[in-house]
């Protein structure tokens, strides 16, 4: 057994102590004891997804088990988010993502879009940005696709021009490529429901005040703004922060050769692509011409998988990452949804309506959105920001007049899109900066850059794209 360190010990303090503050103030007027009870051990748990004095897994858990234990909620009512179905949607696709990289698909697919498009360093953004495109719909974890599919991709193709971390050869391509992958993957996280582990959470909480989205609504509101972002920001990129070496012949021979190794096609790589492709049509259709949810089919495609061989049974026991997702995101799920229900989250709408009231519903919902999308400045998290402010954002934008399909997606979108400006502001912002190719003052100068860059597509065009398909 190890023993927490004083540094741990410290962290752990803080929601601790910010439970018990909370915890013994008198509730505002409309608020009944236990929802404020609640809501103290809510945001303790917040807080302590940010300071992370334990995994977020097992700091939710603690959540879950003190809501118990004082005898806040029934345990039937704690325990309800391992039932939901969003849930396991989002684990099984973490799943389903496991097969792609074990299999090889990933960087067979990240390989052949280099040898065909990178003579050019710009054709290698591009070939990268194509593979974090086609990995998003079944790869909730962009933590694994930047790290696991890209990253290896990028560092080869950086130390074949002698661009290396840490020193002043990363502005040869490595700094580009790192910089480029990272805004690409913030993209590409906010275009599929099942493509950063957050967003399902966001669509529950949307479900919980009676707007419904499903996998096919999300995709098709997010692929004209996302298709533009995914032109753009590379090209952007390349003229305001270019690499020194523009031509990469190098690079598209090198994955020639690569792609010669691994030879044709393998068994389980076909068997995936199949799968894919099955939960791509039923995710898209599934719902309206089957009557099919999404988790009814990623379950499907999880079975056929296993009994191809694909997946084995230790596969999916080894899959730390599906398995800790759903421990913390049942807990949050379940405090944020029990938070609705007894009333907390329509009193904080109001309260914050009083902010924007007497405004046009669109300019309310411009200012409710800059506000979302900057705040995350405070978070080191998708997660912790979405079970925190999406609800309440979303509530008072709904009642600002804003149509609440629109304003769901939107500020689902955002949730993702936020995590452009910090290299602390989501899972694959460490992998990718710590490579140590770019500084902090330039991810952070050019990653504010690209944030304006797609709050200006996406407000812009999506708003546009989505008036065409009558979401508002």
């Not at 390989?111 to 050019?120: E, P, T």
């Not at 270019?242 to 792609?259: L, S, W």
């Not at 026991?317 to 329509?346: C, H, Y």
């Not at 949730?415 to 952070?444: D, K, N, Q, R």
Request: one cysteine or more; a neutral charge.
């Amino acid at each position: 057994m190890t023993a927490l360190s004083p540094a741990s010990l410290g962290r752990l303090l803080i929601p601790v102590g910010v439970a018990l503050v909370i915890w013994f103030i008198p509730p505002p007027s409309g608020i009944e004891q236990q929802a404020w009870h609640l809501l103290a051990v809510f945001v303790a748990t917040i807080v302590g997804v940010i300071a992370r004095p334990l995994p977020m897994g097992a700091v939710c858990l603690i959540g879950v088990a003190v809501v118990i234990v004082t005898k806040t909620l029934e345990p039937a009512d704690a325990l309800s988010g391992f039932s939901n179905s969003t849930i396991w949607l989002i684990v099984t696709a973490f799943l389903i993502s496991r097969a792609v990289i074990k299999s090889g698909l990933g960087a067979r697919i990240a390989l052949y879009l280099v040898s065909k498009i990178g003579s050019r360093i710009l054709g290698v953004a591009y070939a990268m940005t194509l593979t974090d495109l086609i990995l998003a719909p079944a790869t909730p974890s962009n933590t694994a696709r930047a790290g696991g599919v890209i990253m290896p991709i990028l560092r080869s193709i950086s130390s074949t021009y002698g661009s290396e971390p840490n020193s002043p050869s990363s502005r040869r391509v490595g700094s580009f490529l790192t910089l480029t992958a990272f805004q690409v993957n913030v993209v590409t996280s906010a275009m599929f429901l099942t493509a950063m582990a957050a967003n399902p959470l966001a669509a529950q909480l949307a479900g919980d005040q009676g707007v419904s989205i499903s996998w096919g609504q999300w995709a098709l509101a997010a692929v004209v703004p996302g298709v533009a972002s995914l032109t753009i920001v590379p090209a952007v990129l390349y003229r305001i922060y270019p690499p020194e070496v523009k031509r990469t012949p190098e690079a598209a021979a090198q994955a020639g050769r690569q792609i010669k190794e691994l030879g044709p096609m393998t068994a389980p790589e076909w068997a995936v692509v199949g799968t894919l492709v099955l939960l791509l049509l039923l995710w898209t259709v599934g719902d309206v011409a089957l009557d099919m949810s999404a988790t009814t089919a990623a379950l499907a495609g999880l079975g056929v998988l296993l009994v191809v061989g694909a997946l084995t049974w230790e596969d999916v026991k080894s899959e730390r990452q599906a398995w800790d997702t759903l421990v913390w995101f049942a807990a949050l799920v379940m405090m944020a949804t029990q938070l609705n229900k007894l009333g907390l989250i329509p009193w904080v709408s109001e309260q914050m309506s009083g902010l924007v009231a007497g405004m046009d519903w669109v300019v309310a919902f411009i200012i409710l959105t800059l506000v979302y999308f900057f705040t995350h400045y405070l978070f080191a998290s998708n997660t912790a920001q979405v079970s925190a402010m999406y609800a309440a954002f979303l509530a008072t934008a709904i009642a600002a007049g804003a149509p609440p399909l629109f304003a769901a997606l939107v500020l689902g979108f955002i949730s993702s899109l936020f995590a452009s400006c910090t290299h602390y502001s989501s899972g694959p912002a460490p992998v990718l900066f710590g490579a140590g190719y770019v500084s902090i003052g330039h991810w952070w100068r050019y990653g504010l850059a690209i944030g304006v860059l797609n709050i200006a597509i996406w407000m812009g065009l999506g708003g546009v794209w989505m008036k065409v398909l009558g979401m508002w």
